[in-house]
């Protein structure tokens, strides 16, 4: 099933290219001596013992996934790779496998002071997934838990600002808020809150 990025999520990965291709200089950019050696070696090193480093060379990334391939420490060009059959080359290349499909969590019973003074105990589940499996790989470490933290936070700030009765009678406008909010925040990180329920 292919994955529709929205208008949204386009300008999101246009400005965080803009933002890395600005940082970046040619020197920068450009494969040194070294490397080029040390992929050289890796490529004679794979035909040497290609019978045997078939079995280490020979990657497969499922239908929904995608591969972030490092090289000496530097994402190839293209982006995410996949689906399908991929060669790495051992002792230079390392491979990341990001997982496109949508991810639940429970964000943890909540104790927050309403604008009323009252206490209450809020839970909620978000649905998000990865829209862009390099950014989600050089922006944050762990999505998953990134994105949990942010729900944990965004819950209590917005809950924090409504009276009882308005939580109450309120729901669905409240876990809009609080998906538009997590949206916002998850973007830079390549990641799409869908839904959110309270």
């Known amino acids: 099933m292919a994955t529709r990025s929205t208008p949204k999520d386009e300008a999101i ?11 970046t200089t040619p020197a920068e950019n450009s494969v040194d001596l070294c490397s080029q050696i040390l992929i050289g070696l890796s490529y004679l090193l794979m035909i040497i013992t290609m019978p045997l480093s078939l079995c280490f060379c020979i990657k497969i990334v499922q239908e929904y996934e995608r591969a972030v391939i490092l090289r000496l420490g530097r994402i190839l060009p293209g982006g ?6 991929f060669c790495v080359l051992p002792c230079v290349d390392t491979i990341i496998t990001i997982d496109l499909r949508t991810a639940t969590f429970n964000v943890p019973p909540q104790e927050v002071l309403t604008r009323d003074s009252v206490t209450v105990s809020v839970d909620a589940v978000v649905y998000s997934r990865v829209f862009n499996p390099v950014i989600s790989v050089t922006n944050v470490k762990n999505t998953q838990y990134a994105t949990q933290l942010l729900a944990q ?10 009276t009882l009765q308005e939580i109450l009678s309120d729901r669905e406008a409240i876990a809009q808020n609080m998906q538009i909010q997590l949206d916002e925040g998850t973007g830079p990180w390549g990641v799409k809150v869908e839904r959110v329920e309270m």
């Open 153 to 162: 936070t965004t819950l209590r700030n917005i809950l924090g600002t409504k």
């Open 13 to 23: 990965i246009e400005s965080h290219m803009h933002q890395t291709t600005a940082d």
């Open 80 to 85: 995410g790779k996949g689906p399908g059959l």
